[in-house]
């Protein structure tokens, strides 16, 4: 095992900040989330939602943003591991999909909760 550097902590989260680069300027469905994201943070403002009431949307954000992202990098492992047609890597990307759409329903469910009573 290589000894602690802070230099090769640091280069780790370039490369991270690079990949979540790459994600938002290549994948279309990060400018959904994107779009999504911008408009629910400012409805937050505009209704003045309460401390507690943010934790909910940031974590609602943050689970959508992350299981998208998760779900692209298994649909490209499985393009690049399995390019030829395939019943087992189609299921493999439907339940990562699946993932995004259960993350993104308890999103609208938790904004639903917080933004209804404020209509």
Do not use: Q, Y
């Amino acid at each position: 095992m290589k000894p602690f550097s802070w230099k090769a902590r640091l280069k780790s989260f370039v490369f991270s900040w690079a990949g979540i680069v790459t994600f938002v300027t290549t994948e279309h469905n990060a400018w959904i989330h994107f779009a999504a994201t911008i408009a629910v943070v400012t409805a937050g403002f505009l209704f003045h939602i309460s401390p507690m009431e943010w934790i909910a949307i940031c974590g609602c954000i943050t689970l959508v943003w992350v299981a998208e992202m998760v779900n692209t990098a298994i649909e490209k492992i499985m393009n690049h591991l399995s390019p030829e047609r395939s019943d087992a890597v189609k299921d493999i990307k439907d339940i990562a999909s699946g993932a995004v759409l259960v993350a993104a329903v308890f999103a609208v469910i938790t904004g639903l909760i917080v933004f209804i009573p404020k209509l």
